[in-house]
């Protein structure tokens, strides 16, 4: 076979003679996988910026894991575990979480690969090698990929506290990592972060197109974030003034998009497909990770983000029901909110609570004949069916395909920061300093939006904000990051998700202790690191 390949390569490349071929061009030359990337353009490197883009969506979408959503969900203080998929079951049966855990694997392995990424990039852009680029793009470059490393160094951090510290490319395969302190790699993503805050392009400089990409006001919300984590409520405070007196974005308080003409309000608007954008009317938009259906856009998503799936009611299990536009398409309800989120969170008239957000009404819509009889009457909210069948479930994630009405994936934006979580980072800083009455005007901003009533000082606690956090971002936030980072996950998660009516012991929350503030080293990371000691944290 080897030799009639290479007379087959010959013919077709025209050499003069067969014996012209040289037996060494089959010879497979195996490059390491940790070999190093040399960017000598600057095509090269946007090229290789898209590809830090792609990986961050791949948070989002874990292959063969449609339970990865809800990892970040149930056993907190929002959300029971319903049809659990398997890689969610440690983070509410905590006993079960052990450092041979896939989640932190995953989150482990994901934050590595972006570092390891960003490093390629930020090493070829400051090198002294690099010509024919502005010092203005080298910058705009070299702060794009440290955001994103200073990104994934804050999901570690939150993750598992202190981690090893890898500021340049790996080229050989290592086996001596130490944990850093974790002042030490605080102090690194603030580096990367400020960096990225001072040299990224404000968001009304893109060009509409480009409006996905990194914009200063991102590095800016990140750093609040950071900075609350690490206790520093004034410098926290500053970050989030700087988004929220841009001028650059607005709470939206009007109705807008692709339906505004039909049943709904301001706050489901922003959530409709086709509205997400920036571009799309989307004012409050600081970070829009942007989909298109890989059917009509290859690589317009990696993977099949299941998030719809996770959250969304398994209404079709009922006879009479079918998928639908009008219902946000097919879910399975791989959780549920709990009882504390639909009875006890909301004001009435809270405009986040209403029908277009909280879907808690149905109607049958199969016209088969055989439902002529209930076809178009209101679903009778009884029964067992309750739990995950006709629950109550969040708006926010509704994608209908009818070309896909079983629902393979969902291809729909994913917004990643909004000016709605800013007044919330800085109510929170603000109370960290005992600026009670600055913090109850933080929040008022969002009440008033969503017709709720307004809060004084009195009101304000931490506990407040959080629930506040929860009636807004629901759905959105990283809700078990949200409360590792608060240090409040043990407290509210007993207090408040203790109690599934229904469902069997082993989906309850149990075993949840101060340990589980952090997820555990993964046990395949301290077993291959070989010539040094990769401490595990406490109590795994």
């Known amino acids: 076979m080897r030799k009639y390949i290479k007379i087959f390569v010959c013919a077709c490349v ?15 030359e195996v490059l390491s996988s940790y070999s190093p990337t040399t960017l000598r353009d600057l095509p090269g490197l946007e090229a290789s910026l898209i590809g830090l883009y792609n990986h961050n969506s791949t948070f989002y979408s874990v292959s063969g894991q449609q339970g990865w959503p809800s990892v970040w969900q149930v056993g ?90 890898v500021t340049e490319p790996l080229t050989a395969p290592k086996t001596d990592f130490v944990r850093a302190p974790l002042e030490d790699v605080n102090n690194q993503i603030l580096t990367d972060l400020q960096f990225a805050a001072e040299n990224l392009p404000d968001i009304n400089d893109i060009p509409a197109a480009r409006q996905a990409r990194a914009n200063k006001y991102m590095a800016n919300q990140l750093l609040a974030e950071v900075y609350l984590r690490i206790g520093e409520p004034a410098q926290a405070e500053e970050q989030a003034n700087i988004v929220i007196n841009s001028g650059a974005f607005s709470l939206v308080t009007e109705r807008y998009g692709v339906m505004a003409n039909q049943p709904g309000d301001p706050f489901s608007d922003m959530f409709k497909f086709g509205n997400q954008r920036r571009r799309q009317g989307n004012t409050e938009a600081i970070w829009v990770m942007e989909a298109e259906n890989p059917r009509d856009v290859p690589g317009g998503m990696t993977g099949a ?81 309750t739990l995950f069948i006709i629950n ?13 009405v079983f629902g393979f994936g969902m291809w729909k934006d994913f917004i990643l920061m909004r000016l709605g979580e800013t007044y919330l980072l800085r109510a929170e800083a603000q109370f960290m300093q005992g600026k009670l009455a600055e913090a109850a005007e933080s929040i008022n901003m969002l009440r008033e939006r969503a017709d709720a009533p307004l809060v004084s000082a009195a ?35 007993n207090r408040l998700n203790t109690s599934i009516p229904g469902l069997p012991e082993n989906r309850q929350i149990t075993g949840l202790s101060e340990m589980h503030l952090l997820m555990p080293i993964p046990q395949n990371e301290i077993d291959l690191n070989k010539d040094a000691v990769l401490d595990q944290n406490p109590g795994y």
């Open 305 to 385: 983000p299941q998030q719809r799936r996770n959250w969304q009611a398994s209404y079709h299990s009922r006879p009479g029901l079918i998928p639908a536009d009008s219902l946000g398409g097919r879910g399975i309800a791989r959780l549920r909110l709990n009882n504390w989120v639909l009875y006890n969170l909301y004001d009435e008239g809270d405009m986040r609570n209403s029908q277009h957000n909280i879907r808690r009404d149905y109607w049958y819509n199969d016209p088969d004949p055989k439902y002529s009889d209930i076809y178009k009457t209101k679903v009778p909210y009884e029964t067992a069916d």
């Open 392 to 404: 109550p479930y969040t708006t926010k994630w509704g994608h209908f395909d009818p070309q896909d």
């Open 76 to 165: 907190t203080d929002v959300a029971w575990p319903i049809q659990p998929q398997g890689v969610e079951v440690p983070y509410y049966d905590y006993n079960t979480l052990t450092p041979l855990d896939g989640a932190a694997d995953i989150t482990w392995n994901w934050s590595y690969t972006m570092i390891n990424n960003a490093n390629v990039i930020i090493q070829n852009v400051e090198s002294p090698d690099l010509t024919g680029v502005p010092d203005t793009e080298k910058d705009r470059i070299n702060a794009e990929a440290r955001f994103f490393r200073g990104l994934a160094y804050n999901t570690l951090a939150t993750a598992f506290g202190g981690v090893p510290l």
């Open 459 to 493: 009101d304000i606690n931490l506990d407040f904000i959080l629930d506040e956090r929860a009636r807004e971002l629901i759905g959105e936030e990283n809700r078990r990051f949200t409360l590792m980072r608060t240090g409040t996950l043990v407290e509210r998660a």
């Open 14 to 28: 025209g050499l003069p003679a067969i014996t012209a071929c040289d037996d060494s061009f089959l010879d497979e």
